[in-house]
């Protein structure tokens, strides 16, 4: 079972560089979420998508797009990263919230650097 | 706004020993409640997810109660191994989310159990 997929695992960009972050999973799963991870911080929400069409921004979207044009994928994007951008992303999915007991599953992250 | 907050930062317990890990959170209004347990390198993996209406979730050697009212959860690991070895997140669905499931994370509890 592959669950979340996240590519690649490692990048380091320059500063105004430009680059997609990949996720795909495939539990038919219709919420799908990115975060990022700072040093000794908890996660934080960037954006996120209820089904493929839709997607809002979460609690730090500035500097990101993304787009959810099919179930399983939700590609992040970094239009000109920033150093401030360096971090840890992940990507996560979900069942509709309503179900109870269905957590959200991870993927294992990208880390990225920006120098 | 919601804040979650964890403590201890860190801890380190012969193996053997019980422990509880403590989660704190600001608003009541809550949906549900997760931890996590992240390794290094890793991406994060539901241990227990307790809904609101719930008072405490077993898995294993694994029990985490909520209290809603006082906005406090714990996470109790019975007879530690050294495989527990890893940081403890918890985080809380606010009802407040608008729709998107949206989790509210601590800062984790890096856990480290000696032989």
């Known amino acids: 079972n592959a669950g979340v997929t996240q590519t690649p695992k490692f990048r380091i960009l320059k500063i105004g560089q430009s680059m997609t972050l990949q996720c795909t999973q495939d539990m038919n799963h219709n919420y799908m979420y990115w975060y990022r991870q700072d040093p000794g911080m908890g996660l934080k929400l960037i954006y996120y998508?209820?089904?493929?069409?839709?997607?809002d921004k979460g609690e730090v979207p500035n500097g990101y797009n993304v787009s959810r044009s099919t179930t399983e994928d939700f590609p992040l994007r970094l239009e000109l990263a920033a150093p401030s951008q360096t971090s840890v992303y992940f990507c996560a999915s979900s069942y509709f919230p309503g179900r109870s007991n269905q957590p959200q599953h991870f993927g294992d992250g990208t880390r990225l650097s920006i120098l | 706004k919601q804040e979650v907050t964890q403590i201890p930062a860190a801890l380190s317990v012969p193996e053997g020993e019980n422990l509880v890990l403590n989660c704190s959170f600001t608003d009541s209004a809550i949906y549900n409640l997760q931890w996590f347990r992240q390794d290094p390198g890793k991406g994060l993996t539901s241990l227990l997810l307790i809904q609101s209406s719930q008072r405490e979730q077993t898995s294993g050697r694994l029990n985490a109660s909520l209290d809603k009212s006082s906005g406090r959860s714990t996470l109790y690991i019975a007879a530690s191994q050294p495989g527990d070895s890893a940081t403890y997140l918890c985080a809380v669905t606010p009802l407040s989310t608008g729709g998107g499931n949206k989790l509210t994370f601590g800062t984790g509890t890096q856990l480290k159990v000696e032989l």
């Open positions: 998508s209820v089904g493929a069409g839709i997607t």
